[in-house]
């Protein structure tokens, strides 16, 4: 398995890990976020891991960093939700 295979499955296990400890507060809105920001958090680390890549496909290296900025923005914008509605 390459390098990078492997920080995949280890992106995806740490996303199970944190979501499986995560109590449900039983508020869709407050379920959603808390659960997206580690799902979200796991397509950065992806992401991150096929631009260290020895592979360099321009498509995918572009998507790569789409990946990374669309979703560190959604991260910010799940947090401060949480935030604006006490959590």
């Known amino acids: 398995m390459s390098a990078a295979s492997q920080a995949y499955m280890d992106a995806m296990d740490r996303m199970n890990e944190d979501m499986a400890v995560m109590e449900m507060s039983g508020e869709p809105g407050v379920d959603f976020a808390v659960m997206m920001i580690p799902h979200h958090q796991s397509a950065i680390d992806m992401a991150k891991a096929y631009l ?30 949480l935030a604006r509605n006490g959590r």
Do not use: M, R, V
């Not at 496909?57 to 669309?70: F, G, H, R, V, Y």
């Open 52 to 81: 260290e890549s020895d592979e360099n496909d321009p498509e995918l290296t572009k998507l790569s960093q789409e990946i990374i900025a669309a979703q560190e923005d959604e991260i910010a914008f799940l947090k401060d939700w």
